[in-house]
């Protein structure tokens, strides 16, 4: 969008007033070796490349992207191992061991058993199995294969769930990249509205230093009275106490700003960018209608009742039956990995279905749906959020807008109000009282204008932060690839917007010539 390329790349370039209203450079010379120059799309990247909130976005995300992962893979086949390793005994092995003792390991012995057939007398059978392993020991083990054919709609509800967590997780980033953005623009505004304070404070000493000139030297000609100068005095020392604390208070800007940025605290930050102002053209009903399509929270929150949704589908899933394929095989012995007194396998299905289970599944999808109410009241207090955010940017653009028509205007006349006061004093026409009452006024108009101008940038920012305007994608294409069945990382391709020329070559450039 236009504006926002105009607000991101410079705040609103040259002042209505002229160069007089501009806060100008430090003079040439030696400046200290932490004093950094900064523009605002600068400002802008650095703060997004530092800041922890956005690596905290990003974070989650990644754990959304593995929980996803992790419930698709659920649908594949588990090969899971159990051993055991006992040391055993008591009377039901005595026997065994006594066998043991007596013939060794089983073998066919000596002895055969004698059968009579009617008719047909006596005749031997097979020889006897004699002796017995020694159960001291149990060594087991087990393998199964599982692999989960139909769950009811639960895994499939899950990695439902899983995605749009996934899609609300990407919105969710975005946003705070957003917030971010907000966050350098308004620390870089208000340093430049105080260093524009601190000017006129500046410029109110000076006036103050002249008239004290003037009326020192009068009174030492005894032609004006003690009164008018010790007043003088008074007027320069609260002159002075303000310029005081407006130098103060940038210096916590320019804290504030390199906090932001990511340098140290300690940085002298210089910006090179300016306040203007530059008409906006597109009324209120077409920022709201874009507000609400774009803004990524906005549409987090759809992500939040389609995730609901889906694990109220998967909640049902508890009034269907599971299948589940099945092989295992079991072994155990005297010793390890020998199957000496067993060794068994089976493979086939498994069905499951909880024919009564007392009511859980029941309030199971009562509490999906009750989630799904919650997140759809979200999205309506969301939808509105942003609406009363959008507009309460726009009529404080609109209003700043106005005023600094108004105070414009007003600067001038106070200009020429303080001319004719200063010719009138030094006249004898006037009182001292009218002098410095113009100069007052004057100082006040300057700060009147300064704050309109800073009012204005400010609230196009805010403005840019509640239409959702993009940084490192469009949400709004971001949902439509996902609603064509896109995948996040498709859905993140297909929205990128489109590469700014990068900065960093003559930012580099001026801190080396600094």
């Known amino acids: 969008m236009k504006f926002y390329d105009s607000l991101k790349n410079k705040l609103l370039l040259a002042s209505i007033l002229g160069c007089t209203l501009v806060f100008s450079a430090k003079a040439c010379g030696a400046e200290e070796a932490s004093t950094v120059h900064l523009s605002l799309a600068e400002s802008i990247r650095m703060a997004l490349d530092t800041d922890e909130s956005i690596e905290s976005s990003a974070a989650q995300r990644e754990a959304a992207w593995h929980n996803l992962r992790a419930i698709r893979r659920s649908k594949g086949p588990v090969v899971s191992w159990t051993s055991q390793a006992h040391r055993i005994g008591g009377r039901n092995y005595e026997s065994a061991n006594e066998a043991h003792d007596e013939y060794g390991d089983p073998h066919a012995g000596n002895v055969s058993h004698a059968y009579y057939a009617p008719g047909i007398g006596y005749f031997p059978g097979s020889s006897m199995t004699v002796g017995s392993y020694a159960y001291n020991n149990t060594f087991a083990n087990s393998w199964s294969l599982t692999v989960p054919l139909y769950t009811g709609g639960q895994v499939e509800g899950q990695i439902d769930a899983g995605r749009y967590q996934l899609n609300r997780a990407d919105l969710t980033t975005e946003n705070t990249r957003q917030t971010v953005r907000y966050a350098a623009a308004e620390g870089y505004a208000n340093l430049i509205h105080l260093e524009n304070l601190a000017k006129v404070a500046r410029e109110a000493v000076a006036m103050g230093n002249t008239q ?169 207090r969301m939808k509105k959020a942003i609406r009363l955010e959008t507009r309460t940017a726009y009529l404080n653009m609109k209003a700043a807008e106005q005023n600094i028509q108004e105070t414009a205007v007003a600067v001038k006349q106070a200009e020429d109000s303080y001319v004719i006061a200063q010719v009138r004093y030094e006249e004898g026409v006037d009182v001292l009282l009218g002098l410095t009452d113009a100069q007052d006024k004057l100082t006040r108009a300057k700060q009147n204008y300064m704050t309109a101008l800073y009012q204005y940038n400010l609230s196009r920012a805010a403005l840019e932060k509640a239409m959702g305007v993009p940084v490192g994608f469009d949400a709004l294409r971001y949902a439509a690839a996902e609603e064509k069945g896109a995948t996040a990382e498709q859905a993140l391709n297909a929205s990128q917007l489109e590469k700014e020329p990068d900065e960093d070559e003559g930012y580099n450039k001026r801190q080396k010539a600094n």
Not at 248 to 257: H, P
Request: proline share 4%.
């Open 212 to 380: 004290m000139n003037l009326i020192q030297a009068q009174f030492e000609e005894g032609a004006v009275a003690e009164a008018d100068l010790l007043m003088m005095k008074v007027n320069i020392a609260n002159d002075r106490q303000n310029l005081v604390n407006a130098e103060k208070q940038v210096e916590v800007a320019k804290s504030t700003l390199a906090s932001i940025v990511g340098l140290p605290q300690d940085t002298n930050v210089e910006p090179l960018d300016v306040f203007s102002y530059e008409p906006y053209d597109k009324d209120l009903a077409a920022c709201e209608a874009y507000a609400l399509t774009h803004r990524p929270d906005g549409l987090a929150a759809d992500y939040n009742i389609k995730a609901a949704q889906a694990q109220k589908e998967s909640a049902k899933a508890g009034y269907r039956p599971k299948v589940t394929a099945v092989a295992s095989q079991n072994i155990s012995g005297n010793t390890p990995f020998r199957s000496e007194r067993s060794n068994a396998w089976e493979a086939g299905l498994n069905i499951s279905w909880n024919i009564f289970d007392n009511g859980v599944t029941a309030e199971s999808v009562q509490k999906a749906d009750a989630n799904i109410r919650a997140y759809e009241a979200e999205a309506r």
